[in-house]
Structures are given as structure tokens and as C-alpha cells.
């Protein structure tokens, strides 16, 4: 019998005669059920370290282990049951790839998987501690950090700098929450916020490096986009119309450059296992409405996960494919 690890998935620690109790355990201890953890079954157990936003420590995770193992952690195993990572040696050798919200959640695993695939990244984030640790944890990768804000130009032009005259590919990944709430609630500064960061600053940065691509005569920019942007019923107003927007944006400057070499795709998540806070003050009405929707998100991906599709469309294995949104998003799409 495979011994239950942290990479072994939730779903298999509930089946699990030993593991089910002691997760169930854990539930009625914190108030919830085990169909809390539906969306969740085919995440590794480590995963609700991050989805806990720090109310669950490791060692919680290290404990339940311990119980199950007669007081040892055993050596992880690949027959773990959850999904594996494959990092293909080479696959962004000799590009420079510019990665937004690259200090956290989908732009850090998406930064990280092109560098350890060779490729020299420029990431970019608000957060300078955060980068430098993220630089820090690859010491043999190229990585370039760049601290701003992309919805100020002087960031964009710092950020086009550092990359120097030739950009292989662009990942729009930076983004924000809303605060659920519908048209008629969505305060002005909720909707310049949001719009502001997840569809203008993927704008101005796009418009700064597109003509480097097509002096090149190729490149690749992937845009992140949402479940959201394909449904009105999955967030609020401001959110749902910035991720929208975004694949206006996508098809539009696919159609405009695909004869000049460049291709322009979009990844549509749908639920991610990255702990991202709400703002505060969620709106009530807003997410009475969107809760029988949202409980009905068939499973959550990891940031690892996601990145494996941003990465795919980034590099020449997408050769054939431009102005098209993939939705990895676990099947929500086809509900």
C-alpha cells in the first residue's frame, strides 16, 4: 500500500481507511464538512496550507501525516495519486520571457517553470521583497527582477528596458479581485482598480513590447484571462468586464499581427488553489447571486497547473495556435 504523503490528493486521503477519519477529523474540528472539500479532491493535501491565507500552518499538514504513518513522515513518491510537474530541460533556452505578478500564485509557478526550462525571465511585481525571494530560490536561473506597477508607463518603460531589444514572449498574468458586487454598487474606485490592472496594464505593456516581436519577425504573448471572461456568473461587474475585455484584447491583436509573425492566445482559469484575498466588504448581494454558480466549480487547479497551460501556449509547442482562449478551468466551462 502507498503510504499517504502531503502530494497524496484529498480525494485519496478520504478514501483512504486510515487517512478519511483523521482529514474528517480535521473538518469537525474547524466547523466544516467533507463536501467542503469536493472542489479540492484532486489537490495534493499540502495545497490547504496555501488555501488557508495562513489560518493552517505546516505543521497541521506534517501532523496528519505523522497520524497516518504511525508517527513518520515517509519519503514522497510519485505514485502520490496527484498530478506531477514535468519541467522540459531547454524548452525557453536562449528567449527572454517577460512575466507579470510573478512574485505570487500563477505568475510565480509561470515564472518559475520558464526559467528552470532556460529561459531568462524578467518578472515583474509590486512586491521587492517577494521577487528577490523568488530570484533567490533559482540562484543558477537568469532571472531579472523588475519592481513596479504596470499600469504606470514609467514601469512599462523599465520593464522594456530590462528585457533589452529582444523579447520572446510576454505573459500577462498580474490581476485583482473585485469585490462581487453588481453594476449599480461598483464604486469608482473598485472598477479603475481592477480594470485598471487587469486589462489596462496588460494593455500598455503589450503595446511597449509588440514592436520588439515584430522586429524580430515572431513572439508570443499569452494573456490571463478568467472563467469570468467567458460567463457573466462567476464575479462581480468590474472583474467580470476587465477578463472580457481581455479577450477583446487577445483576438484583436491576433488577427492584426499573426501575418507579421507574432502569435496572441489567452488562458481562462477557473477556480485556483492560490489563497488570493478578496478585498474587503464584499458586496452581500452580489455574492448571494453568484454563490449557486460558484459551488458548482467542478474541482480547483494549483498555480503549477495553470502555468503548465500559459507555458504551453508560450512556447513553439503552441506553433499552430493564435487568438484562441483556452479554458483550464477542470471542465466549468462545458457546465
Given at each position: 500500500m502507498t503510504a499517504l504523503t502531503?502530494?497524496?490528493?484529498?480525494?485519496?486521503?478520504?478514501?483512504?481507511?486510515?487517512?478519511?477519519?483523521?482529514?474528517?477529523?480535521?473538518?469537525?474540528?474547524?466547523?466544516?464538512?467533507?463536501?467542503?472539500?469536493?472542489?479540492?479532491?484532486?489537490?495534493?493535501?499540502?495545497?490547504?496550507v496555501t488555501l488557508s491565507q495562513g489560518k493552517m500552518p505546516q505543521s497541521v499538514v506534517d501532523d496528519l501525516v505523522k497520524q497516518a504513518n504511525g508517527g513518520v513522515i515517509p519519503e514522497e513518491s510519485e505514485a502520490s495519486g496527484a498530478w506531477q510537474e514535468t519541467v522540459t530541460s531547454g524548452r525557453f533556452g536562449g528567449q527572454t520571457v517577460v512575466v507579470t505578478g510573478a512574485a505570487s500564485g500563477i505568475g510565480?509557478?509561470?515564472?518559475?517553470?520558464i526559467a528552470r526550462e532556460g529561459g531568462r525571465v524578467v518578472a515583474v511585481d509590486v512586491s521587492a521583497e517577494k521577487l528577490q525571494t523568488f530570484a533567490a530560490s533559482l540562484p543558477n536561473a537568469e532571472i531579472i527582477p523588475v519592481v513596479g506597477d504596470i499600469t504606470k508607463q514609467e514601469s512599462v518603460d523599465a520593464i522594456v528596458a530590462a528585457a533589452g531589444e529582444r523579447i520572446d514572449g510576454l505573459a500577462n498574468v498580474a490581476g485583482v479581485n473585485d469585490d462581487f458586487s453588481p453594476l449599480h454598487e461598483t464604486s469608482d474606485a473598485m472598477w479603475d482598480r481592477v480594470i485598471g490592472i487587469n486589462l489596462t496594464g496588460a494593455f500598455k505593456l503589450s503595446r511597449a513590447v509588440i514592436p520588439a516581436m515584430i522586429a524580430a519577425g515572431s513572439g508570443r504573448i499569452v494573456n490571463v484571462t478568467s472563467e469570468a471572461g467567458l460567463r457573466g456568473n462567476a464575479s462581480g461587474n468590474a472583474y467580470t468586464t476587465s477578463k472580457h475585455g481581455v479577450i477583446g484584447m487577445t483576438r484583436s491583436a491576433a488577427f492584426m499581427y499573426g501575418p507579421q509573425g507574432l502569435r496572441v492566445n489567452a488562458v481562462a482559469p477557473g477556480g485556483v488553489a492560490?489563497?488570493?484575498?478578496?478585498?474587503?466588504?464584499v458586496s452581500e448581494a452580489g455574492s448571494a447571486r453568484l454563490a449557486p454558480f460558484q459551488s458548482a466549480i467542478p474541482t480547483l487547479a494549483t498555480a503549477e497547473q495553470l502555468a503548465a497551460s500559459i507555458?504551453?501556449?508560450?512556447?513553439?509547442?503552441?506553433?499552430?495556435i493564435n487568438g484562441q482562449v483556452l479554458a483550464s478551468d477542470g471542465g466549468w466551462s462545458v457546465q
Open positions: 502531503a502530494s497524496s490528493t484529498i480525494g485519496t486521503w478520504l478514501d483512504d481507511p486510515v487517512g478519511g477519519p483523521i482529514v474528517k477529523g480535521l473538518l469537525e474540528a474547524s466547523g466544516a464538512t467533507e463536501e467542503t472539500l469536493t472542489p479540492l479532491r484532486t489537490l495534493p493535501l499540502q495545497q490547504l510565480l509557478a509561470t515564472a518559475s517553470r492560490t489563497g488570493i484575498p478578496f478585498p474587503p466588504n507555458t504551453f501556449l508560450l512556447s513553439e509547442d503552441s506553433v499552430n
